[in-house]
């Protein structure tokens, strides 16, 4: 029942920047934990950020002071603004509701040396 989109992936040069948004669906989204995940071909997925229902934030070391997440609960999205890409960023995201467990689709973000 609970429907997770994400968009705004794409290619960009080292040190650009890209915005992804999770829409969400089938939930009430006010309420649950929001994440993004990342996974390179080869490897295993890991956790990118957390933002809990208040809006409390915890990042992976390899991406603090050039990500940031946020939510708009109005529009049941929580976004991921990536600055300062570097080419290790370059992996399919993926945004994950908590309290459903959920996945999204993932889009692709590709950064070039």
């Known amino acids: 029942q609970v429907q997770l989109v994400e968009s705004g992936g794409g290619l960009v040069q080292s040190g650009g920047s890209l915005r992804l948004s999770c829409a969400a669906s089938?939930?009430?989204?006010?309420?649950?934990?929001m994440g993004w995940y990342r996974q390179a071909p080869g490897k295993q997925r890991e956790l990118v950020a957390i933002i809990t229902s208040s809006g409390t934030t915890t990042y992976v070391d390899s991406v603090k002071g050039r990500f940031t997440i946020s939510r708009d609960n109005a529009k049941n999205t929580v976004y991921l603004q990536m600055n300062s890409l570097k080419p290790e960023d370059t992996a399919v995201y993926y945004c994950r509701q908590y309290g459903s467990d959920a996945w999204g689709q993932g889009t692709q973000v590709t950064v070039s040396p």
């Open positions: 089938g939930s009430i989204f006010s309420i649950n934990a």
